[in-house]
């Protein structure tokens, strides 16, 4: 499998923006989907974002559509996730990951993780 790395992650205030980059090292990603999760402390993992590595299939969270952007650059193996408008409740660790064809939303059928990028919202 491709090791997955993130990055981008860091402080911003409330309204403000940050782009992650999920970078694969070692092979070319082939997995189906690569996913996007968060982790605050004391919570569950939770789907924000997906993407279909070859068709560009775009999956969100209700409560990032409009904010969120998930888009991927396959010459370079790396994912991304644009993040505008952000708010403290969108605090988190945030991994990305590579899954299948099915329940692209459910962590439980992502099989390779990064090791996370921590972002933290201000109010």
């Known amino acids: 499998q491709a090791r997955l790395v993130e990055s981008g992650g860091g402080l911003v205030q409330a309204g403000g923006s940050l782009r992650l980059s999920c970078a694969a090292s070692?092979?070319?990603?082939?997995?189906?989907?690569m996913g996007w999760f968060r982790q605050a402390p004391g919570k569950e993992r939770e789907f924000v974002a997906a993407?279909?590595?070859?068709?560009?299939?775009?999956y969100y969270e209700n409560s990032v559509k409009g904010r969120f952007t998930i888009s991927r650059d396959i010459a370079k193996n790396t994912g991304y996730l644009q993040m505008n408008n952000l708010k403290p409740e969108d605090t988190a660790v945030y991994y990305c990951?590579?899954?299948?064809?099915?329940?692209?939303?459910?962590?439980?059928?992502?099989?390779?993780w990064g090791q996370g990028t921590q972002v933290t919202v201000s109010s």
């Open positions: 990951a590579a899954g299948g064809d099915l329940h692209v939303t459910r962590r439980e059928f992502y099989g390779n």
């Open positions: 070692g092979r070319t990603f082939s997995s189906h989907t």
């Open positions: 993407i279909t590595w070859s068709n560009g299939i775009i």
